[in-house]
């Protein structure tokens, strides 16, 4: 495992959730989404909508913001104005309504079932340090970056780290997330007995104890560099003949567009948007 700064194909998560949607969301998927997130994002127009968060987006990234500052200021858990307070260090008044009021219920929701209470914290992510390091993997000769950024890693009593993921929405729990930190958790900490959970900060539910063995995750990781090896493959194309964007990254046009970012800007969308 060695930690570089040089360029390197790369695969993470959110890619291979942009090639392979989770189970049930297969209707939003679309091709030419990741065309614009990665390819075409140094336009102006891409860029542009690229800075602007989504709404899920900052739902997540204030939640995840949340917790960061009820674990470090614990007293905001028991102040009679700790909801109050917290608004206040979020900046929630700033926000949409609809992000303010599921925020604010997601904090309401952690004062009553604190869930890092106690616990053996080694990292917890604020949710806004940028792009992690990746890990340099090297799968039979083919080098990339593995990026897994994690929310939070704490130690149980026995010595064995758990990774915890926070989650928003409604969305179900996706395995291949967890199974992605696992592998990553081999090359950052190679001798400690690991596993994966999810928590979501709305629904107050738990995901199952996610474990994986050695087979499964060199089986991941082969899948990690396929991706990996593909993404640059079609940036390549797309860099060659770019008059082909939309052959290179299918679009998916439907009830979905409506909820796409690029809407304003896709000629394929199907989402009448209002200037």
């Known amino acids: 495992m060695v930690f570089t700064k ?8 959110g890619l291979m959730a942009e090639f392979i949607p989770a189970v049930g969301l297969e209707s939003f998927h679309c091709d030419m989404q990741r065309g614009y997130k ?18 899920p987006q ?7 913001q949340a917790v960061y500052e009820f674990h470090h200021h614990p007293e905001l858990s028991t102040e009679e104005n700790g909801i109050k307070n917290l608004v206040e ?27 890092l ?30 990026f897994a950024a994690m929310d939070c890693i704490f130690k149980e009593p026995d010595g ?3 990774i915890l993921d926070f989650k928003t929405g409604k969305s179900d729990f996706d395995s291949r997330q967890a199974y992605i930190y696992l592998l990553a958790a081999t090359y950052l900490y190679p001798e400690r007995k690991t596993y994966a959970l999810f928590y979501n900060l ?20 082969t899948e990690l560099a396929r991706l990996a090896k ?20 299918v679009p998916n046009s439907g009830f979905a567009c409506k909820y796409c970012q690029f809407n304003s800007i896709c000629s394929f969308s199907l989402c009448e948007v209002v200037a």
């Open 6 to 13: 040089k360029w390197l194909p790369f695969a993470s998560y």
């Open 160 to 162: 064995t780290l758990c």
């Open 89 to 115: 260090i979020l900046k929630l008044d700033e926000e949409s309504y609809t992000v303010q009021q599921r925020v604010t219920q997601i904090l309401c929701n952690y004062r009553d079932n604190p869930v």
């Open 202 to 221: 709305e629904s107050c539910k738990w995901s199952e104890k996610l474990f994986a063995t050695e087979v499964h995750l060199s089986a991941l990781q």
């Open 117 to 146: 209470l106690d616990k053996k914290i080694i990292k917890l992510s604020h949710g806004d340090e940028g792009v992690p390091d990746g890990l340099e993997i090297n799968s039979r000769n083919y080098l990339f970056r593995l």
């Open 230 to 249: 593909s993404h640059e493959l079609e940036k390549q194309l797309y860099r060659n003949e770019p008059e082909r964007f939309s052959e290179i990254f």
């Open 58 to 64: 900052r739902i997540g990234l204030l939640a995840q």
């Open 38 to 55: 990665r390819v075409r994002k140094k336009e102006s127009e891409v860029g542009a909508l690229l800075e602007k968060d989504t709404t």
